[in-house]
C-alpha cells in the first residue's frame, strides 16, 4: 500500500477535520514499533507538509506524487511542499494539485518524507512519517531515535504499518531490486578493476544514470552480449551470483540478471563449478 492510501483511508474513514498521530515513538529490541493515528473532531484546516530528501544527492524519490496530492487538497487539507528540483516531480506539477510550495512547513500538523531526515532540520511535537531504519536499533540511526524521543515527535514508520494479518503495508516494490541490480553490476565492475581486471562490466553506470529502467536493461543487455563474446578475463573463472528469497526485492533482481546470459546451478554442484565452469555465461544459485 502506499503512503497516500494509508494516510487518505484514516481522514476519509472518520471524516474528521483534524489529524493528529500520538503513540510510541519507538521499541528497541524485538518489540513492536507501532504509531496510532487518530483524527480529532475541529475547525482547524489539517495540514499535511512533504519535505525535502535529503539523505543522499541521487535521491528523487517523494512520498506522495502530484495525483495523491490532489486527493488531499480536494479533501480539504492543505499540502505544503518543500521546493525541490530534484524530485521525480515538478514544483509545478504539485502546484497544479494544489499543493503550497513552501519551505517552512512548521504549519504542518504532520510531515512526510521517505528516507530519514536531517536532525537539525526535525521540528518539535509534529508527526512524522519516514522509513527510520531503527527498528532493529541500527546503531547508525540511534542518534536519530534519541533526537526524535529529545523534541517530542511522534513517529510513523513505514516498516511497522501492518494489516490485520501482521503483513506490512508499505514495502519495498520490484523496482528497489532492479536498481539495486544494475547497481551491483556497476560495482562489481569496479571491484574487478581495483583487482586489475578490466571487463564489460565497466560498460555499465550506475541506476540514477539511467532515463529508464528500460534504458538501463538496454544496457545490460548489451553488458550480456559483451559477455557471450568472451570478452571477461579467463583467469577470473565462473562468475557466480546468488539470489535469496522471492521477495518484490529479489524478484526485480533476477528480472534486471535475465538480461544476461546464465544458467542456474543447485546449490549442491557450486564447488565443481566453480572449478570447471567458464566465463562466457553467468551463473546463478538460489536459496
Not at 22 to 50: E, F
Amino acid at each position: 500500500m502506499h503512503p497516500s492510501r494509508f494516510l487518505h483511508r484514516k481522514l476519509h474513514r472518520y471524516g474528521y477535520m483534524c489529524w493528529r498521530a500520538h503513540g510510541t515513538a519507538a521499541l528497541r529490541g524485538n518489540r513492536r514499533l507501532r504509531s496510532a493515528a487518530t483524527l480529532c473532531s475541529s475547525s482547524r484546516q489539517p495540514v499535511l507538509g512533504i519535505r525535502r530528501e535529503e539523505s543522499s544527492v541521487w535521491e528523487r524519490r517523494a512520498p506522495l506524487n502530484p495525483n495523491q496530492v490532489q486527493i488531499f487538497t480536494r479533501e480539504g487539507v492543505k499540502v505544503l511542499i518543500q521546493p525541490s528540483t530534484r524530485r521525480a516531480y515538478s514544483m509545478h506539477e504539485y502546484e497544479a494539485a494544489g499543493a503550497v510550495i513552501l519551505d517552512d512547513i512548521t504549519e504542518a500538523d504532520t510531515v512526510i518524507g521517505v528516507k530519514q531526515p536531517p536532525l537539525s532540520g526535525l521540528i518539535e511535537d509534529k508527526t512524522y512519517v519516514f522509513f527510520s531504519h531503527t527498528i532493529k536499533a541500527q546503531p547508525e540511526n540511534m542518534p536519530l531515535l534519541d533526537a526524535l524521543l529529545q523534541k517530542g515527535i511522534r513517529l510513523v514508520d513505514y516498516e511497522k504499518l501492518l494489516d490485520e494479518q501482521g503483513f506490512r503495508l508499505v514495502a519495498f516494490g520490484k523496482y528497489a531490486g532492479v536498481a539495486g541490480m544494475i547497481d551491483v553490476l556497476h560495482g562489481l565492475g569496479l571491484r574487478l578493476l581495483a583487482l586489475g581486471h578490466h571487463t564489460p562490466f565497466m560498460h555499465v553506470g550506475t541506476a540514477h544514470n539511467y532515463a529508464s529502467s528500460s534504458a538501463a536493461k538496454a544496457a545490460v543487455a548489451n553488458l550480456g552480449r559483451e559477455i557471450q563474446y568472451g570478452l571477461m578475463p579467463e583467469v577470473l573463472g565462473p562468475l557466480i551470483f546468488t539470489f535469496t528469497g522471492a521477495g518484490n526485492v529479489s524478484q526485480g533482481a533476477q528480472e534486471v540478471f535475465e538480461e544476461l546470459p546464465n544458467e542456474f546451478v543447485p546449490p549442491t554442484d557450486l564447488q565443481d563449478v566453480a572449478k570447471t565452469g567458464g566465463t562466457s555465461q553467468l551463473l546463478y544459485t538460489m536459496y
